[in-house]
């Protein structure tokens, strides 16, 4: 595929470049409007800066969240052009509308140096559309604000959407420096993982990372599961879990999986748990197999941080995707803090698969520069782990 650089070499001055981005940022419950977490927004800076210094007429678009085909001020990019100025240390015009009237009126007006955010591209039915015809009739009217195309949002890349997939068959494409920086850390550690090779799983489900377990379990010589997902392993092994989160009809499954495994695939040994899901509840540590029947697990127990950060510390490799529990509450995210520690420790190369890992490396206040790389696309990394063409890369790469 081409790069960034390629694009960079051939001149970019006056151009209109149009950056798809992943600006789908957070924002915190108790203050609408306050992004919580912007390293979305700082992950795509790299590359806003190379074409706006390069002079460049830069025009960005983004998803944000899941609205449905139509505006909704709840899902409205404003903050992100606002807190994407401040980051870039300039203005960032913002367009009202994806690709209406004030949308071409501001990338029209724009001079090179300067950056404009469209509004999100999901307030249009035909960036989802599963029909070729309405989806390509969107891509036309994006692809004609712009000279060339841009894909700097490695965290869309496995969608079939009209800014991922149709636009680069409009414009001649351009893989952003984060998109080619991803494609490159997931095939070394999906094709090439230094040995031994520890992935550590987390996260709700098993249902979620189905998928990418099988991919790796035969590559792996250590898979930690831990999260609300690790429940349903914990019944498989005929241990009561209480009320803790349970996929019933995974638990065969699991059973399948465990015995595949012979070994490989650790567990934890105890957790703690609470009568609510809440930071004010009654919180108690016990062994994995005596979990009450009143109460549900919402983290991993110390014992359980000492086992996974001793697998962690022999690897050579380690991918991790999905918190150990529910860091976002205080007393529940110690098991998260402890096994992300040991990996920050390791004599190794480490990827945190984006997504909810991500994001507890940033709200735990941890050093992000420990770890080998830090993923924007949670979906997008599980998706090319477990083996699929994601629609984005193959765009870039015809």
């Known amino acids: 595929m081409k790069t960034l650089d390629d694009l960079l070499g051939e001149g970019v001055s006056g151009r209109r470049v149009l950056v798809r981005a992943d600006l789908n940022v957070p924002f915190d419950k108790t203050n609408p409007g306050t992004i919580s977490d912007d390293g979305r927004a700082r992950a795509v800076l790299p ?113 079939k959407h009209a800014s991922v997939y149709d636009v680069p068959a409009r414009l001649p494409h351009y893989a952003g420096g984060l998109v080619l920086t991803e494609v490159e850390v997931l095939r070394r550690v999906s094709q090439a993982p230094d040995q031994p090779y520890v992935v550590v799983l987390g996260g709700s489900k098993v249902s979620d990372k189905l998928a990418v377990i099988q991919a790796l379990l035969p590559k792996v010589d250590k898979l930690l599961v831990g999260g609300g997902m690790c429940f349903t392993f914990l019944k498989a092994r005929g241990h009561e879990v209480g009320k803790s989160l349970l996929e019933e009809e995974m638990v065969a499954t699991c059973r399948d999986l465990l015995a595949q495994a012979q070994g490989r695939i650790v567990l934890p040994v105890d957790v703690v748990a609470a009568t609510e899901f809440s930071a004010e509840a009654d919180a108690v540590t016990v062994p994995a197999d005596q979990i009450p029947a009143d109460r549900l697990g919402l983290d991993i127990g110390p014992e359980s941080v000492a086992l996974f950060a001793d697998a962690v510390g022999s690897a050579r490799t380690v991918f991790w995707n999905g918190p150990m529990g529910v860091f976002e509450l205080a007393p529940f995210a110690a098991g998260t803090r402890g096994v992300a520690e040991a990996i920050t420790k390791i004599d190794g190369f480490s990827v945190v698969g984006g997504g909810d890992s991500a994001a507890a490396v940033r709200v735990l206040g941890l050093d992000e520069s420990a770890f080998g790389h830090i993923s924007t696309g949670g979906g997008a990394s599980l998706e090319y782990l477990e083996g699929k063409t994601l629609p984005g890369v193959a765009a870039l790469e015809s």
């Open 47 to 159: 590359t806003l800066v190379a074409l706006r210094d390069a002079g460049a007429k830069v025009i960005v678009c983004s998803h944000l969240g899941r609205p449905k085909g139509a505006p909704d001020p709840r899902y409205t990019l404003a903050p992100v052009a606002t807190r994407l100025g401040e980051l870039l240390g300039s203005p960032v015009a913002f367009a009202a509308d994806t690709v209406g009237p004030d949308a071409q009126a501001k990338a029209g007006a724009l001079d090179g140096g300067q950056v404009l955010l469209l509004e999100n591209l999901r307030f249009n039915e035909g960036e989802t559309s599963k029909d070729d015809a309405t989806r390509g009739a969107f891509a036309d009217q994006l692809a004609a604000f712009a000279d060339v195309y841009v894909d700097d949002a490695f965290g869309a890349v496995h969608r």
